[in-house]
Structure formats: structure tokens, C-alpha cells
């Protein structure tokens, strides 16, 4: 087999292994990365919400916020880690899609 | 280590776009003279391998989370420019369609990620390897070392660009505007957890890629042959 061939296939693997990434820190009880917590946690943490943050971290709203479809929140984690490698399907759907036109662009003719 | 929108103020988000549009146009200048059209699919497979394994959150029991970025191992492969852009072009797609990342934050987040962390890494392996034969052993540690320390200057800086922004932005009541920890805490514990943890995650995923490519694939590594 093609080094080539052997890659895409492992990064199938790792699509299909994604969960994990979701399922680990559920289990360990493992929060938000530092820095990367909701309006409700940094109150929390810190006793205030700054002022700045509260208005720009609404600024973006993803079509689908941290690897999970809007609306699943409260679904179980069956589903959760279904939605978590259908992003990933996506995500490097969209990756591959974006360096193939970029390619085209940017490669010797 | 992606900074959410909110946390860092205009100045800083804004510094750091103005950093990175020279470092992409650079890049984007490099790699079109060095980039033959057979090795596109290559710089997508590294887009899509840093995208799927900064997915693979490895939980600290009780406390946070944190990831290895696979940009070390993209630099030593593609080299650091390429590298560069292959992880711009998967941090702006977990901000915009995953909100990972906030998107005024794009500019700092790549200029951790997707020039820090591969350019140094990349030096560090280069520096290690140096002159070592394409299967040797050192090579595997090079990868290793370069991961850990790619990994860990990246989580520096973010620790850094966060802790400032008490300084840079309060009320007169003292409290931050933005990012409420200050240099002391935020670079402790960005800095503590990735040496501590994700740093390690990092150094394998990198050191045994290095090791299977040796074993699979030894030209991809060979000096001359994938310089980009």
C-alpha cells in the first residue's frame, strides 16, 4: 500500500477514535480547557463577568458550537459523541476541500 | 490553548492579526515557489491531522482539559511555512464553523499554533537531528523534544496574551475587562499544564509518527526531498 493511501486511512481511524476526545474528560469529571469557559462559568471563577468579554463572546455564533448540533445539549452522550464524529467528518472535509482550491494557488505549476 | 473571543482585548486581537498577515503572506510566497501540485495532498492531510487530533481532549481528572496541536509533526514533514499553513486553515475552520477559537482571537491563536509552535519545533528537530542518518534513533527523539518544546512555548505565549489583559483593560474598580487572570496565574497554570501534561501528549504523537514514518516511509523524512 501507498504511504499516501495508509495515511488517509489513519486519519479515518482517528476520525472514528474522536470520541475519546469527548468521552475522557467526561469520565475523569475534566472541565473547559483554561481559558475556554462560558459567561456562567467565569462568574463562577472569577465572582464577576468582565464587562468586554460578556459583549464580544457573543460576537460569533457557530452553526455548530463545540463539535455537538445545536439543541443537544441535555442528549445523551450516544448522541454526543455521534455529533462529535460527524464534526470531525465535516471538519476534515472542510480542511481537505480548503488546501485542495489553495493549492491551486499556491503550488508550482 | 484557544482563546475564545471575549477574552483578549481589541489591542491585543488587533496586534496580533497585524503580527500574522505578513507571517501568512510570507508563507503563502515560500510555499507557492516550493510546493509541486503532487504535494498538495500531503499539506491537506496535515490540515485535517492537526484539525482531528486537537480534537482528542485529554482530561487533567477533575480539572481541565487540554490537547496535542500534531503542528511539530506537520513542520518536520511539510516544513514550518507549509506547516503554517496548514494550520491556519484548521484553526479558521474549528473558530468559524465549531467556534473553537474565538474569531477575533485568529490572529493570536495562529500566531501560537500555526507559527510558534511549528517553527519552533521544526528548529529544535532540525538542530537534534542534524546530520543523523534518515532511521536513526535520535531522529525519534528529535521529534520528541521538539514536539514537547514546540507545545509548550505556544502555551506560553497564550499565557501571556491572556494574563495582559488585566493590565492592559480594567475599570476603575480594578476589575479586567477581558481575560479576568493576570500574568502570574494564567502563565502558571497555561505553562504548569502543558509541561506537566499536554506537552507530553504532544512529544509522542510526534516522536511516533517520526518513528513509524522510519520504519514505513524513511524518504519523507530524507533532508532534501520534502524541503518546502
Same mark, same amino acid.
Given at each position: 500500500?501507498?504511504?499516501?493511501?495508509? !495515511?488517509?486511512?489513519?486519519?479515518?481511524?482517528?476520525?472514528?477514535?474522536?470520541?475519546?476526545?469527548?468521552?475522557?474528560?467526561?469520565?475523569?469529571?475534566?472541565?473547559?480547557?483554561?481559558?475556554?469557559?462560558?459567561?456562567?462559568?467565569?462568574?463562577?471563577?472569577?465572582?464577576?463577568?468582565?464587562?468586554?468579554?460578556?459583549?464580544?463572546?457573543?460576537?460569533?455564533?457557530?452553526?455548530?458550537?463545540?463539535?455537538?448540533?445545536?439543541?443537544?445539549?441535555?442528549?445523551?452522550?450516544?448522541?454526543?459523541?455521534?455529533?462529535?464524529?460527524?464534526?470531525?467528518?465535516?471538519?476534515?472535509?472542510?480542511?481537505?476541500?480548503?488546501?485542495?482550491?489553495?493549492?491551486?494557488? !499556491?503550488?508550482?505549476? | 490553548?484557544?482563546?475564545?473571543?471575549?477574552?483578549?482585548?481589541?489591542?491585543?486581537?488587533? @496586534?496580533?492579526?497585524?503580527?500574522?498577515?505578513?507571517?501568512?503572506?510570507?508563507?503563502?510566497?515560500?510555499?507557492?515557489?516550493?510546493?509541486?501540485?503532487?504535494?498538495?495532498?500531503?499539506?491537506?492531510?496535515?490540515?485535517?491531522?492537526?484539525?482531528?487530533?486537537?480534537?482528542?481532549? *485529554?482530561?487533567?481528572?477533575?480539572?481541565?482539559?487540554? =490537547?496535542?496541536?500534531?503542528? *511539530?509533526?506537520? &513542520? %518536520?514533514?511539510?516544513?514550518?511555512?507549509?506547516?503554517?499553513? /496548514? +494550520?491556519?486553515?484548521?484553526?479558521?475552520?474549528?473558530?468559524?464553523?465549531?467556534?473553537?477559537?474565538?474569531?477575533?482571537? %485568529?490572529?493570536? #491563536?495562529? @500566531? #501560537?499554533?500555526? @507559527? +510558534?509552535?511549528? @517553527?519552533?519545533?521544526?528548529?529544535?528537530?532540525?538542530?537534534?537531528?542534524? #546530520?543523523?542518518?534518515?532511521?536513526?534513533?535520535?531522529?525519534? +527523539? &528529535?521529534?520528541?523534544?521538539?514536539?514537547?518544546?514546540?507545545? #509548550?512555548?505556544?502555551?506560553?505565549?497564550?499565557?501571556?496574551?491572556?494574563?495582559?489583559?488585566?493590565? $492592559?483593560?480594567?475599570?476603575?474598580?480594578?476589575?479586567?475587562?477581558?481575560?479576568?487572570?493576570?500574568?502570574?496565574?494564567? *502563565?502558571?497554570?497555561?505553562?504548569?499544564? =502543558?509541561? $506537566?501534561?499536554?506537552?507530553?501528549?504532544? &512529544?509522542?504523537?510526534?516522536?511516533?509518527?517520526?518513528?513509524?514514518?522510519?520504519?514505513?516511509?524513511?524518504?519523507?523524512? /530524507?533532508?532534501?526531498?520534502?524541503?518546502?
Amino acid at each position: 500500500m501507498k504511504l499516501i493511501t495508509k !495515511l488517509w486511512l489513519g486519519l479515518g481511524v482517528l476520525i472514528i477514535l474522536s470520541p475519546l476526545g469527548l468521552l475522557l474528560p467526561e469520565y475523569f469529571k475534566a472541565g473547559a480547557a483554561w481559558g475556554e469557559w462560558g459567561v456562567d462559568e467565569i462568574q463562577t471563577l472569577a465572582g464577576y463577568i468582565p464587562k468586554g468579554l460578556e459583549k464580544l463572546s457573543s460576537l460569533w455564533s457557530a452553526p455548530i458550537p463545540d463539535y455537538a448540533f445545536k439543541g443537544w445539549e441535555e442528549k445523551p452522550l450516544v448522541n454526543l459523541s455521534l455529533a462529535y464524529v460527524s464534526s470531525a467528518v465535516l471538519g476534515v472535509l472542510v480542511c481537505i476541500g480548503v488546501v485542495f482550491i489553495l493549492g491551486k494557488f !499556491l503550488s508550482k505549476k | 490553548m484557544h482563546i475564545p473571543d471575549g477574552y483578549l482585548g481589541p489591542a491585543t486581537c488587533g @496586534f496580533f492579526y497585524v503580527i500574522m498577515l505578513p507571517i501568512w503572506a510570507v508563507a503563502s510566497k515560500i510555499v507557492k515557489k516550493t510546493l509541486s501540485a503532487k504535494q498538495v495532498p500531503m499539506l491537506a492531510i496535515g490540515a485535517a491531522f492537526s484539525f482531528v487530533i486537537m480534537m482528542f481532549n *485529554v482530561p487533567i481528572p477533575g480539572g481541565t482539559t487540554g =490537547h496535542a496541536v500534531g503542528g *511539530v509533526l506537520a &513542520a %518536520i514533514l511539510l516544513g514550518p511555512w507549509a506547516a503554517c499553513i /496548514a +494550520i491556519t486553515v484548521a484553526l479558521v475552520i474549528q473558530a468559524l464553523l465549531f467556534g473553537d477559537g474565538g474569531i477575533t482571537a %485568529i490572529g493570536a #491563536n495562529c @500566531f #501560537n499554533m500555526a @507559527f +510558534i509552535l511549528p @517553527f519552533v519545533g521544526y528548529y529544535v528537530y532540525k538542530a537534534i537531528s542534524h #546530520n543523523t542518518p534518515v532511521d536513526s534513533k535520535r531522529r525519534v +527523539i &528529535a521529534a520528541g523534544v521538539a514536539g514537547y518544546t514546540g507545545i #509548550n512555548l505556544a502555551a506560553f505565549l497564550a499565557g501571556v496574551e491572556f494574563g495582559l489583559q488585566p493590565l $492592559l483593560h480594567h475599570t476603575a474598580g480594578g476589575q479586567s475587562l477581558y481575560c479576568p487572570y493576570g500574568l502570574k496565574v494564567a *502563565v502558571t497554570v497555561m505553562l504548569g499544564e =502543558h509541561l $506537566l501534561i499536554f506537552g507530553w501528549v504532544e &512529544a509522542i504523537v510526534t516522536a511516533l509518527a517520526i518513528k513509524y514514518l522510519q520504519k514505513h516511509s524513511g524518504d519523507l523524512l /530524507a533532508e532534501r526531498k520534502v524541503k518546502l
